[in-house]
């Protein structure tokens, strides 16, 4: 893995400056030689899980929990909508049926 900080660009160029030396005849004959595997931890850093995740499952994982946070909100807003529908229905209703109910009763 190459550690680089952008340093000045323009339209078609660009110039870094590196943490360490790179070996630029490995870079122009094998670009891919010194590049780390995208699924490898980082330098100093180690893999903690006994079968590392690969990025693939990490995005997999991320889009399945957010799909579940979105069904979740809005399973819950029709809910509410629906508690509030079904409550302004019943009152609705019910000054009619206390009407009728008055008037049976006065008979």
Same mark, same amino acid.
Not at 7 to 14: D, L, T
Not at 78 to 82: G, I
């Given at each position: 893995m190459i550690v680089a900080r952008v +340093?000045? !660009?323009?339209? !078609? $160029?660009?110039g870094v400056q590196? @943490?360490? %030396? +790179?070996p630029?005849?490995?870079l122009i004959s094998d670009p891919d030689a010194t590049a780390a595997p995208a699924s490898s931890p980082a330098a100093g850093q180690r893999e903690r899980r006994a079968a590392p995740?690969?990025?693939e499952t $990490?995005?997999?994982?991320s889009r399945q929990r957010a799909r579940a946070i979105e069904f979740a909100a809005i399973a819950s807003a029709?809910?509410? +909508?629906?508690i509030l529908i079904g409550s302004a229905m019943a009152e609705v209703v019910a000054k009619p049926l206390h009407?009728? @109910? %008055?008037?049976l009763a006065a008979r």
């Open positions: +340093v000045w !660009s323009n339209a !078609s $160029r660009f590196t @943490q360490d %030396m +790179v630029a005849e490995r995740r690969s990025i $990490r995005h997999d994982t029709c809910a509410l +909508v629906a009407a009728a @109910q %008055m008037a």
